[in-house]
């Protein structure tokens, strides 16, 4: 696995390039489970090739036509998405209980993170109590997918940069029927994943309580 890593005093941040997506769950899963009450916890960004993924518990008939493009069953909440090039993926691997951290608390600083960046860009966005993830004018900016195991999360965010969303008309994104999805570039703001990473970076370590402050 190709990666960068980057230490911080709490937690190893790690850009893994763009990946195939079931090596990198894998991954992750491997990681969880071999975990103990002294390892780091790290966040892992990255991009993934073309595929669509289906939470534990999804219904397949939001996954309309997905032609060419693989179709993956996880083990993550939530329903279908898609991910692919353009869109930032961060995956929180945390020992919550340690961190001090609900599920709901760690939804909220993913959540509150995206919020926070587009405020950076001039971009009002919003929350839904109802239907996790980031919103824009009722686009989707940002959706957000987890598993907790052994007291700790993996899966996490993706956040759409400069993607191409044509995919997303293939499926019911996160099981809504017409939901528009969007993308920063879209909006205006930034379309290099890279430097959303960085300026996302402060924002997610502030709001899940893992910055050195």
Same mark, same amino acid.
């Given at each position: 696995?190709?990666?960068?890593?980057?230490? $911080?005093?709490?937690?190893?941040?790690?850009?893994?390039?763009?990946?195939?997506?079931?090596? %990198?769950?894998?991954?992750?899963?491997? $990681?969880?489970?071999?975990?103990?009450? /002294?390892?780091?916890?790290?966040?892992?960004?990255?991009?993934?090739?073309? =595929? $669509? /993924?289906?939470?534990?518990?999804?219904?397949?008939?939001?996954?309309?036509?997905?032609?060419?493009?693989?179709?993956?069953?996880?083990?993550?909440?939530?329903? =279908?998405?898609?991910?692919?090039?353009?869109?930032?993926?961060?995956?929180?691997?945390?020992? %919550?209980?340690?961190?001090?951290?609900?599920?709901?608390?760690?939804?909220?600083?993913?959540?509150?993170?995206? %919020?926070?960046?587009?405020?950076?860009?001039?971009?009002?966005?919003?929350?839904?109590?109802?239907?996790?993830? =980031?919103? =824009?004018?009722?686009?989707?900016?940002?959706?957000?997918?987890?598993?907790?195991?052994?007291?700790? +999360?993996?899966?996490?965010?993706?956040?759409? &940069?400069?993607?191409?969303?044509?995919?997303?008309?293939?499926?019911?994104?996160?099981?809504?029927?017409?939901?528009? &999805?969007?993308?920063?570039?879209?909006?205006?703001?930034?379309?290099?994943?890279? +430097? &959303?990473?960085?300026?996302?970076?402060?924002?997610?370590?502030?709001?899940?309580?893992? +910055?050195?402050?």
């Amino acid at each position: 696995m190709n990666q960068a890593a980057q230490l $911080f005093s709490r937690v190893t941040i790690r850009d893994l390039g763009l990946q195939e997506y079931e090596p %990198i769950w894998r991954d992750m899963q491997r $990681f969880t489970d071999t975990r103990n009450s /002294t390892t780091a916890d790290e966040i892992w960004f990255t991009e993934h090739q073309p =595929v $669509f /993924t289906l939470g534990i518990n999804a219904s397949r008939k939001h996954l309309l036509e997905p032609g060419d493009i693989p179709v993956v069953q996880i083990d993550r909440g939530g329903q =279908v998405t898609y991910h692919g090039p353009g869109q930032l993926m961060i995956y929180p691997l945390i020992d %919550i209980r340690r961190a001090g951290l609900g599920v709901r608390d760690l939804v909220t600083g993913l959540e509150q993170s995206v %919020i926070d960046l587009a405020a950076e860009y001039g971009i009002e966005a919003t929350s839904r109590r109802d239907a996790p993830g =980031v919103y =824009v004018a009722g686009a989707k900016l940002a959706s957000v997918g987890l598993r907790i195991r052994r007291n700790a +999360s993996f899966h996490g965010m993706a956040l759409n &940069v400069d993607v191409d969303l044509e995919p997303f008309s293939r499926i019911n994104p996160c099981g809504l029927p017409n939901l528009e &999805v969007t993308d920063l570039g879209r909006l205006g703001a930034e379309r290099d994943p890279a +430097s &959303v990473r960085d300026r996302l970076l402060p924002h997610l370590l502030r709001n899940l309580g893992l +910055s050195d402050d």
